[in-house]
């Protein structure tokens, strides 16, 4: 994967990951810009957020935390002129061989609930996720909003309740 390399935060266009941010996730599924920009600042590497880049050119990042035993990546957007060419799949393996001995867990929409999201989750299970828990409910990033009944996909076995205690606590703020 020569053509891509981890840069960092500073090193894209922090206006081109708004731009990417915003329009990869509807407002129920991203917190406000500023809200995300503060946990970068004040988590003490507990919530990351790394940009791809190809020759220069933003692709796409992935937000993730470091919670215990886990890495719960938040986002993961790619540039739709990117899309479609592998490049996602090379991010998603890189990211992955950083974390050999971690289950990576994230969210997903409920099968079915879009085209999108049939899409979605079977690309993350060609690079190795499994639904672990239909049951799970993503605490609202907004006031104005409900729990949203989501998925939740993994690399390896977790103990669901667990790490979904943790990721409502740590993510979203709720108290269990």
């Known amino acids: 994967m020569d053509y ?6 500073q090193s894209a266009d922090g206006a081109s990951v708004v731009k990417l941010y915003r329009a990869a996730f509807p407002r129920s599924e991203r917190r406000p810009w500023p809200d995300l920009v503060d ?26 935390w470091l919670l215990d035993d886990v890495v719960y990546v938040e986002h993961f957007a790619v540039e739709d002129r990117y899309r479609g060419c592998g490049m996602g799949a090379d ?57 949203l009944p989501l998925d939740l996909m993994a690399t390896a076995p977790i103990d669901v309740p667990r790490v979904s205690r943790l990721i409502h ?4 703020g709720v108290d269990e």
Not at 4 to 9: A, N, P, R, V
Not at 51 to 57: A, K, L, P, R
Not at 169 to 172: D, E, F, H, M, S
């Open 4 to 9: 891509l390399k981890y840069s960092g935060e």
């Open 91 to 147: 991010i998603l393996r890189c990211f992955k061989e950083r974390f050999p001995d971690r289950p990576i867990v994230l969210e997903v929409e409920k099968p079915f609930s879009n085209d999108m999201a049939s899409r979605r989750i079977g690309f993350y299970r060609r690079h190795g996720f499994e639904v672990v828990s239909t049951e799970y409910l993503q605490p609202p990033y907004h006031e104005d909003e409900d729990m």
């Open 169 to 172: 606590t740590n993510v979203y």
């Open 39 to 64: 946990k970068l600042r004040t988590s003490n590497g507990v919530f990351n957020l790394d940009c791809w880049m190809n020759y220069g050119s933003f692709v796409g990042f992935i937000s993730y």
